[in-house]
């Protein structure tokens, strides 16, 4: 049973843009806190932005100023817009949605390959 898919990624030149979307089930939409991570080759999965409690928002710090995430409560949806991308951007991202009151339960998308050309 699939709960969280992504799509939007794929292969853009440095310094452009893509828009990634993770859609999810109304249940889990409903009760976790949604973020982004990604995984370049031979490193470990890190947190690129998300939704904290009380719907403040976070960044890695290499991506601020550069990425947003943003929802569409209605389509059970978040989104990352992505500007200004960087060869160092390449990676498989990844949805992630924790459940908001045991953070333990988690779920993750399949992934999406975005790749950055220099």
């Known amino acids: 049973q699939v709960q969280l898919v992504e799509s939007g990624g794929g292969l853009v030149q440095a310094g452009g843009s893509l828009r990634l979307s993770c859609a999810a089930s109304?249940?889990?939409?409903?009760?976790?806190?949604m973020g982004w991570y990604r995984q370049a080759p031979g490193k470990q999965r890190d947190l690129v932005a998300d939704?904290?409690?009380?719907?403040?928002?976070n960044y890695a710090d290499s991506v601020k100023g550069r990425f947003t995430i943003s929802r569409d409560n209605s389509k059970n949806t978040i989104y990352l817009e992505m500007n200004n991308l960087k060869a160092e951007d390449t990676a498989i991202y990844y949805c992630?949605?924790?459940?908001?009151?045991?953070?333990?339960?988690?779920?993750w998308g399949q992934g999406t390959q975005v790749t950055v050309s220099s």
């Open positions: 992630n949605a924790k459940n908001r009151w045991d953070l333990a339960y988690e779920w």
């Open positions: 109304g249940t889990i939409f409903s009760t976790s806190l």
């Open positions: 939704f904290g409690s009380g719907g403040r928002t």
